[in-house]
């Protein structure tokens, strides 16, 4: 019995060392920050969003995505205590939105959709109202300012007042605005709507240094933001999930089809009519004046490029499916319309 004993002695003091000294990394699964569940808010017979559940993890950028209508902002409104949900519970940072409203201020930060700052109040006088609401004082909002205004370009516009400003400058306000308090939790309702593409990756790039430490809940109808920015994706229309994943499996729904842009000197919409009859179409679309089709994996391009007359064809060409291509497939139109 002392031999076995200390053969099992042996083996354990082997197996933690080995543990300690292994390589590879142990993962702990991390809680849920938002959890949803089953919740529909309903005004009148409308029914902004319908039986939604869904859970986003700590220290990861969630996104809704969805076209406009899709319920998203109802959703926001719901998790940040603005809206009481009609049916179903949801919690933030561990408390319940209906009953723990105050609580759940105090830990997140909002971006609406809308640039909705004090036009009486100047570019640095906004940012401090904010942080007086979230009880700081001179010598924590101070310096946090600075930083947020020198982040977003504004140092130098920090004295006027937002109607002098452009949309642009002044929502990047908004954004700094939602960060001088440090939130935990992060709401972007659509938030680099109306920005240049140097402020949009600016501020894409910010987010990013924010996971980990922070969540963000992110509603878009922006490909390109989604793709770039989301661990974790949901696709919502008329207040309805229809897919969730990454972005990558997200695209993986749609490998059954081939993607391809076509361009005709005219007849455009006549032609769109003539590919949404044949059989091997899984989907089709007019954007901007050129066609956009999905074949199946049978389909045969020759069959299609034989119903366009040779004088109308101005070009063809493939593509790799996009995200926007996965709602075009699951709902037969773009996520734009």
């Not at 922006?222 to 008329?238: G, K, S, V, Y």
């Not at 059989?279 to 994996?297: M, R, T, W």
């Not at 049978?298 to 007359?309: C, K």
């Amino acid at each position: 019995m002392p031999q076995y004993g200390s053969s099992v002695i042996l083996f354990l003091e082997y197996t933690v060392r080995a543990i300690h000294e292994s390589p590879l990394p142990v993962y702990f699964p991390m809680p849920n920050e938002i959890e949803i569940s089953h919740i529909t808010k309903g005004y009148g017979k409308l029914l902004a969003v319908k039986d939604l559940s869904l859970a986003v993890p700590r220290g990861t950028v969630f996104g809704l995505l969805g076209p406009n209508g899709a319920g998203k902002t109802t959703l926001v409104s719901i998790l940040t205590t603005l809206l009481k949900p009609t049916s179903g519970t949801a919690r933030v940072g561990g408390h319940d939105v209906v009953r723990d409203g105050a609580k759940i201020r105090s830990l997140i930060g909002v971006v609406p959709q809308d640039n909705n700052l004090d036009r009486y109040l100047t570019a640095r006088e906004n940012l401090i109202l904010h942080a007086k609401m979230h009880r700081m004082g001179p010598s924590a909002y101070n310096p946090r300012i600075d930083e947020l205004l020198s982040l977003m370009n504004l140092t130098d516009r920090q004295k006027d007042f937002p109607p002098k400003l452009s949309g642009g400058m002044q929502r990047r306000l908004v954004v700094a605005r939602a960060l001088v308090h440090d939130p935990r939790i992060l709401f972007l309702d659509e938030p680099t709507t109306g920005l240049d593409p140097q402020a949009k990756r600016l501020i894409w790039d910010y987010f990013l240094s924010l996971k980990r430490d922070r969540t963000l809940f992110l509603t878009t109808h922006n490909m390109e933001e989604a793709d770039f920015l989301c661990d974790q994706i949901t696709i919502i229309d008329n207040g309805s999930p229809i897919a969730s994943g990454t972005s990558a499996q997200l695209k993986d729904m749609a490998e059954s089809s081939w993607f391809y842009e076509i361009g005709v000197h005219r007849g455009a919409e006549e032609y769109l009519r003539i590919f949404q009859r044949l059989p091997f179409i899984d989907c089709s679309s007019l954007q901007d004046g050129q066609i956009e089709v999905c074949l199946k994996k049978d389909g045969s391009l020759g069959a299609l490029v034989e119903q366009i007359h040779p004088r109308d064809l101005k070009r063809i060409s493939s593509r790799q499916p996009s995200l926007e291509d996965v709602f075009l497939k699951l709902t037969g139109r773009r996520l734009r319309q």
